[in-house]
């Protein structure tokens, strides 16, 4: 960049700079094939500084502008910062330089969202390493209540995050948007995810699914959680040896449909009345929190009166309770659902929350960085 005084001497007026680099002359912009400033390139102009701009930082960082990916994108915002505004006007030159040369735009992606709406670029997922996923689908029980209840959910999640479906979009699923057929299991997702059954009946990601959707239908349509405890505890548990289920002539459970594929699930094993899906970050933390640690034990539900040992000889008769009707049943039914009424919208706030807090952390490490 060099500046250009005036002819009246320095200092006398504004300053003007043009955008010329010795790394980067017009001749090895012209020699590169990329549009200099002022040039159409395929019959668009190339805008001036906007393309030039772009082009020269990709010849002094060694990155390819036709095409660009969204990383290249996101690291040229990085080292040239500007005003949303700015840095939109920049991205319209490029994608136009995109369209002359024939070439795929630079994807749109959350983190280019972010950026260009002056938000901080939220951070790009680290994809889950084969070998900690498979680790994991050992270790997590599909059988045993609770701990089997929950392991179920966990294997499911983490066989489809491992296909690479987004945490945001995992996290809209429903139970429908799961299909099987002939054991490859197909997951509607912004782009269909395909998974094929595994020769270990363990890691197999078919399976995974279909144990997880045989427990949810159960847990929705019993009416008590004693009989979905009942059902896990004599489930066998997963080996080399057992049965793929993702072959079985039985059908996936009807009915729940609209149900969230992975609902949240509370400390004693129980769904809300009205299942709601877990959060992105939820799903993320689950995820991350299975592969890379022992996962969390779950302790199992207090014994139910049946089940205690019956009370040492002189101790108090105490009468029973008044019978539960059917009018407390519903009474009790319409205050749980004007709580979660109450509440809706807790899970967004949070959300909000450790995003103002990583922006904060991130401003501390930038003032302690600073000389």
């Known amino acids: 960049m060099t500046r250009q005084p005036s002819a009246d001497g320095p200092n006398t007026a504004p300053m003007q700079y043009s955008y010329v680099t010795s790394r980067n002359p017009p001749d090895q912009l012209a020699d590169s094939g990329l549009p200099a400033a002022g040039a159409p390139a395929g019959g668009v102009a190339a805008g001036g500084a906007e393309w030039v701009l772009f082009a020269d930082w990709c010849a002094v960082t060694g990155h390819a502008p036709l095409p660009a990916t969204s990383e290249t994108v996101l690291m040229f915002f990085g080292d040239c910062p500007a005003a949303p505004a700015t840095l939109g006007r920049r991205l319209t030159a490029i994608d136009a330089a995109h369209r002359a040369a024939g070439v795929p735009l630079p994807e749109r992606t959350g983190q280019v969202r972010d950026v260009l709406r002056g938000r901080p670029a939220r951070p790009v997922r680290q994809e889950l ?17 609770i701990n089997g209840w929950f392991g179920r959910r966990d294997r499911a999640l983490l066989v489809v995050a491992q296909a690479g479906v987004p945490y945001r979009r995992i996290a809209a699923l429903t139970a429908g948007d799961v299909t099987l057929i002939d054991g490859v299991a197909t997951i509607a997702a912004t782009r269909p995810v395909t998974l094929h059954p595994g020769e270990d009946p363990v890691e197999c990601g078919p399976c995974a699914l279909v144990r997880w959707l045989r427990a949810l239908h159960l847990a929705l349509t019993s009416p008590a959680t004693r009989t979905l405890a009942g059902a896990i505890d004599r489930a066998p548990a997963v080996d080399g040896s057992s049965p793929h289920l993702c072959r079985s002539r039985r059908p996936l459970p009807a009915g729940i449909a609209e149900v969230p594929l992975l609902p949240p699930i509370d400390p004693r094993g129980y769904l809300a009345i009205d299942p709601r ?95």
């Open 129 to 145: 390493p084969a070998d900690r996923v498979e680790a994991a689908l050992r270790r997590l029980p599909s059988h045993g209540w």
């Open 277 to 371: 899906p877990l959060s992105p970050h939820s799903v993320s933390h689950l995820a991350r929190g299975n592969t890379t640690g022992p996962g969390a034990v779950h302790r199992v539900d207090p014994q139910t009166p049946d089940e205690m040992p019956p009370p040492p000889p002189g101790t108090p008769v105490v009468p029973p309770p008044t019978p539960y009707t059917v009018g407390d049943w519903e009474q009790a039914v319409a205050r749980r659902r004007a709580d979660q009424a109450h509440l809706r919208g807790v899970d967004r706030a949070l959300d909000e929350t450790d995003r103002k807090a990583a922006e904060l952390n991130r401003r501390i490490l930038a003032l302690l960085a600073d000389p």
